[in-house]
């Protein structure tokens, strides 16, 4: 009886390691887990907040939630670099002044989102759809269809945009609608762009509607696990 005893106590010190080894994994694996969905979600409150300041001509508060050498770039008007030179890119887009201009419609509605947290938790990619209702009282109005791909930075513990990028299908005009285009109307380079010359220009190859595109997905399949090309 002793022998079997002192078998039983050497075994359970043997175990006692594995099993902390074991409590050990199943704590990293649910602090990784708490991670990733908490960085879901305050990304998903970091666009959605970029959407609702530049709805209603925020445009200060939309570039503080840029991280420090964030930057933006919407359309063929290139990239602007850091906190000031976004803000006033955007300030310039819509009229120039803080806020709206009497009788501007500027709705930013952001849709679809497709959120990667990185296993560290400090970095993630997301993939939103933006529908934009534009225009100016008795003047005009467009529609505009764009997908956002954009990569996302904690810094010190607060999540912030550092890298802001909207591709757009299409902008026409309500009235007549996408399917009577007129040459020269639809995608075009901005006047703020032009007026305010962006700090590099863009890396995208436009092919705006009638034409088609398909732009990259920063995540994988989630069925098959496989990247999903860009084409054009």
Do not use: C
Request: aromatic residues 10%.
């Amino acid at each position: 009886m002793r022998l079997v005893a002192v078998i039983a106590v050497a075994g359970m010190a043997v175990a006692a390691p594995a099993q902390a080894q074991g409590v050990d994994a199943q704590i990293e694996a649910l602090t990784e887990r708490v991670e990733r969905l908490e960085g879901t979600r305050a990304v998903k409150k970091l666009q959605r907040a970029f959407g609702y300041y530049v709805d209603r001509g925020l445009w200060g508060e939309a570039a503080d939630l840029f991280a420090d050498d964030g930057t933006i770039e919407i359309g063929i008007d290139g990239v602007y670099v850091g906190k000031e030179r976004i803000e006033e890119y955007l300030r310039r887009l819509h009229g120039g002044q803080q806020g709206l201009v009497y009788g501007q419609l500027n709705e930013w509605v952001t849709l679809q989102p497709v959120i990667a947290v990185s296993p560290d938790g400090q970095s993630a990619v997301a993939r939103w759809r933006d529908l934009g209702m534009l225009g100016q009282y008795k003047q005009h109005a467009e529609w505009r269809d764009g997908i956002y791909e954009n990569t996302y930075v904690k810094e010190e513990g607060v999540w912030k945009i550092k890298d802001l990028r909207l591709w757009v299908y299409f902008v026409a005009p309500y009235a007549e609608g996408w399917a009577r285009l007129q040459p020269g109307e639809g995608l075009t380079r901005s006047q703020a762009s032009m007026d305010f010359p962006p700090d590099r220009r863009g890396g995208a190859r436009y092919r705006s509607f009638p034409g088609t595109l398909i732009t990259p997905f920063p995540t994988a399949h989630p069925v098959t696990g496989r990247g999903v090309e860009e084409h054009h």
